[in-house]
């Protein structure tokens, strides 16, 4: 997570979350966000701090609304190792009773990080080091074991051009420190589920592609690496377009993909055009999640502005979450509500312009039983479209699994392809794509005709 001034704010099974939580009727508009979320066999969750923990408002609704707790910062090595080799857990233990007593799951949130360690770790002998770390994750992964349900293991080790941070383990330790860590994890706590977890690897690039790499490393060399955490400190109306694409690429290589540290900054003051984008931003993160069985959940960065690392880190910018500082719900609460509750059916405009669309099919690959294809729209009016819709029918029992940059409906072999809510606008000339996973057996042949309207 990105630091904030003083203090920083920092899958379970859906069997052990049905367990935990009693779900609702999912049609209810009384349920909350978390039993919402655990009706889909994810979880909803907040971050909170130990000095929030005395706002009685605030604890109530951190208390009721979310099935899920991350302690923003009281897990970390500045605090659960001050001084070596003598360990203090009370505040972050503090936050693990709160979560139990209110029986919600807890991320364990982090293990290893170039940043809020303290002093004393930068002295040790590069010799020494590697020793040193796997100490400290062996006492606090063994103390919190069977308490929490994932560890963000190791904390953003990657620059944003895929290269390797040069923190004090990277420089002392080398490329191995990573795998060192997880290794120590899994020793500790046989139970929780182990992720990496970095920001700016929401949508697909060369930061995310090195994450990928070394995932799939992990996985051929049988590091215990359960989970990719994408943190998501986004911006106004920028949600990646590939995001959904993305979680489904890492989910193929066998971890579980989680939300961890979601916030949807703006600049400031708020305004109605604003609190719209923000929600429809938040739809689009959830649905993403939602679209992807391993996705498991999503985790605010704390819920409420009133306690938001936004301001102190971006001036001018704020307003990030689906909570006001008055702890009143926004249009952004809304949107995650219906999104998570499938109580929305996304409407598609009819399509603007003077020329109509074109749609180009491609399959990209294929293995036995399944292939993935995507589809390049083209608008071929002389002005712009605001909504597109692409339509056509397997000639050979395929069915579509699983889409990203759409929304789909199928009937029997027919299918249709929807703009999702971020990509209906297309200039005169101008291309979007949708890509999607499917099933097949005997033959899997291009659909002989495909339209595009």
């Avoid at 062996?138 to 040069?166: K, L, P």
């Avoid at 139970?191 to 992990?218: H, P, R």
């Avoid at 702890?327 to 995650?336: D, F, G, M, R, S």
Wanted: proline share 5%; hydrophobic share 40%.
């Amino acid at each position: 997570m990105r630091a904030r001034a003083a203090l920083t704010i920092g899958a379970v099974a859906s069997l052990a979350l049905g367990a935990a939580i009693a779900v609702p009727n999912i049609a209810s508009a009384s349920a909350t966000l978390g039993q919402h979320a655990a009706a889909r066999g994810k979880y909803f969750g907040s971050a909170t701090d130990n000095p929030e923990l005395t706002d009685a408002p605030y604890v109530s609704i951190l208390s009721s609304e979310f099935n899920q707790i991350t302690p923003g910062n009281t897990m970390k090595w500045q605090f659960t190792e001050p001084q070596q080799g003598q360990f203090s857990y009370g505040q972050a233990d503090t936050v693990v009773s709160l979560a139990r007593s209110n029986n919600q799951s807890v991320r364990g949130h982090t293990l290893v990080w170039h940043s809020q360690y303290p002093g004393w770790v930068d002295s040790v002998p590069a010799s020494q080091l590697l020793g040193v770390m796997r100490n400290h994750v062996t006492n606090v992964a063994g103390h919190f074991q069977g308490q929490v349900i994932h560890w963000d293991v190791v904390n953003e080790a990657f620059e944003e051009n895929g290269t390797r941070r040069q923190s004090v383990f990277q420089r002392n330790i080398g490329d191995s420190y990573i795998a060192e860590a997880f290794r120590a994890a899994r020793a500790a706590d046989p139970t929780a589920k182990l992720y990496y977890n970095d920001y700016n690897i929401e949508g697909i690039g060369a930061k995310s592609d090195a994450v990928y790499a070394m995932v799939q490393q992990f996985k051929a060399q049988g590091v215990p690496i359960d989970g990719v955490g994408m943190q998501a400190h986004l911006i106004l109306g920028q949600v990646p377009s590939s995001m959904q694409q993305n979680i489904q690429r890492f989910a193929a290589l066998g971890v579980d993909v989680a939300i961890t540290e979601l916030d949807i900054r703006m600049n400031l003051p708020r305004d109605t055009t604003k609190d719209t984008q923000q929600a429809n931003d938040y739809r689009a993160v959830v649905n993403a999640c939602l679209a992807v069985t391993r996705c498991v959940g999503i985790t605010v960065w704390d819920y409420t502005d009133k306690y938001s690392w936004i301001p102190s880190v971006f001036p001018g910018q704020g307003a990030a979450l689906p909570y006001d500082e008055n702890l009143n719900k926004k249009p952004a609460y809304t949107a995650i509500h219906d999104a998570l509750a499938g109580t929305t059916t996304p409407t598609t405009p009819p399509p603007t312009g003077n020329g109509g669309c074109t749609a180009t099919y491609r399959i990209v690959s294929q293995w036995t039983g399944g292939f993935q294809a995507d589809v390049t729209v083209r608008n071929t009016g002389t002005s712009a479209m605001s909504a597109w819709a692409v339509r056509w029918a397997f000639g050979a029992g395929q069915t579509v699994t699983n889409v990203w940059n759409g929304v789909v409906s199928s009937s029997g072999a027919n299918v249709t392809v929807r703009n999702a809510a971020y990509n209906g606008t297309i200039p005169a000339n101008g291309t979007t794509s949708f890509g999607f996973l499917g099933s097949w057996t005997g033959s899997n042949p291009v659909p002989a005709s495909i339209t595009c309207a």
